[in-house]
Nanobody, 124 residues
Framework: QVQLVESGGGLVQAGGSLRLSCAAS????????IGWFRQAPGKEREFVAA????????HYADSVKGRFTISRDNAKSTVYLQMNSLKPEDTAVYYC?????????????????WGQGTQVTVSS
């Protein structure tokens, strides 16, 4: 089992940058694929990015491709989401989630463990 805590959210102007962190505790963090998801008010939670247990594979939603970068440091049990060129439509609560490493997935229900979320607000 793994526990996840997100941090790094905040208020930023359009065009700005933020880096989110997802810190994990528990056993075998390095065996989990990690995904980032977001949920805007009144909308369903949606996939943003995912990284494999080794860090060797990544996958992004089309809406963030070229602007966001996911990375991980297994020695620190932390996954990062670097967000550049932020847009007002990126405003949401951002969640990290973990699943047993097998195949990268953008399907919410494949992830067994979730953090509490961190708010990102992008002003125009």
């Amino acid at each position: 089992q793994v526990q996840l805590v997100e941090s790094g959210g905040g208020l930023v102007q359009a065009g700005g940058s933020l880096r989110l962190s997802c810190a994990a505790s528990g056993r075998k963090f390095s065996t989990y694929d990690i995904g980032w998801f977001r949920q805007a008010p009144g909308k369903e939670r949606e996939f943003v990015a995912a990284i494999s247990w080794s860090g060797g594979r990544t996958h992004y939603a089309d809406s963030v491709k070229g602007r966001f970068t996911i990375s991980r440091d297994n020695a620190k049990s932390t996954v990062y989401l670097q967000m550049n060129s932020l847009k007002p439509e990126d405003t949401a609560v951002y969640y990290c989630a973990a699943k047993n490493g097998a195949t990268l997935s953008q399907i919410l229900f494949n992830y067994a463990y979730w953090g509490q979320g961190t708010q990102v607000t992008v002003s125009s």
